[in-house]
Structure formats: structure tokens, C-alpha cells
């Protein structure tokens, strides 16, 4: 670790703040969804665009055994529905049905608020992190 830029330091310490405080988010998600986790990973992830099979598995961090096994729950479910690749027919794409973008927005709708730590900041610190935040996400100032 002592090859470690303050970078890489400050990332592993932001991922592992958030990984450890979206416990209750994730609980009140699967119940929303009615659907294990690892099949909500899937769908939010079909949000902007169709992807395959590979894709999927990549995006979601799986295996493609495990992803075509979710993607057959998710297609007996009717929320997602696989078509042949207009670009390599022998390939499929996965895609939201109707219900399936429903359900999306209704897990997009799940309120995750802001950990402890977080709301225990004052106004000037929150500022400041809004700032960084901003310009780490490529957004204008203010």
C-alpha cells in the first residue's frame, strides 16, 4: 500500500463509506422490488440503453452463467424480453419491457438518505463536498 497515490487512497475511502451505508437502502429496494438484489442490478442497469447477454454480465459484475439464469427470472417475470441483435444475429439483447421500466421507477423512487456522518457536517463542510462533488462529476459550479 505504500505505492498508493493520495488518489487511490481517497477512492478506496469514498467506496467503502458508501458500500457500508447502503445496507437499509438495498433492504427497502428488494422490498419495492419484490426481486433479489442481484436481479435489481440488472434492470438498473438496462435503464439507458439494451445490452446484451455479455454486456449485462459485465455491467453487473457476474458471471454469464449467473446473468443468463437472471435474465430468465426477469423474462418469466415480464420485465425484460430478449430480442436478436440487429447488429450480430447471433447474439441477443436484453431490454426493459413496459412493467420492467415501471419498476425501475418505482426503485428509482426509493429514498436513500444520507448516513449520520454525513448529516452530522455543517453547512460549510457539506458546501465544500457539494463542490468537489460537482467538479468531479464534470458539473458547473453553483
Known sequence: MSGDSAAD???????????????????????????PFSRVRILTRLRRAPMTV?????????????????????????????????????????????????LVRAIDDVRDPAPPMLTGLGTDDLATLRTLLDKLAGRPPG
Open 9 to 35: 487512497k481517497v477512492w478506496r475511502d469514498m467506496s467503502a463509506l458508501v458500500m457500508d451505508n447502503l445496507d437499509g437502502w438495498k433492504r427497502l429496494v428488494v422490498e419495492r422490488a419484490g426481486l
Open 54 to 102: 455479455k454486456e449485462l454480465a459485465a455491467a453487473a459484475t457476474i458471471d454469464a452463467p449467473a446473468a443468463t439464469v437472471a435474465i430468465n427470472d426477469l423474462e418469466e417475470r415480464g420485465l425484460v424480453v430478449r430480442e436478436i441483435d440487429p447488429r450480430n444475429r447471433r447474439c441477443k439483447v436484453v431490454s426493459l419491457t413496459d412493467a420492467g421500466h415501471e
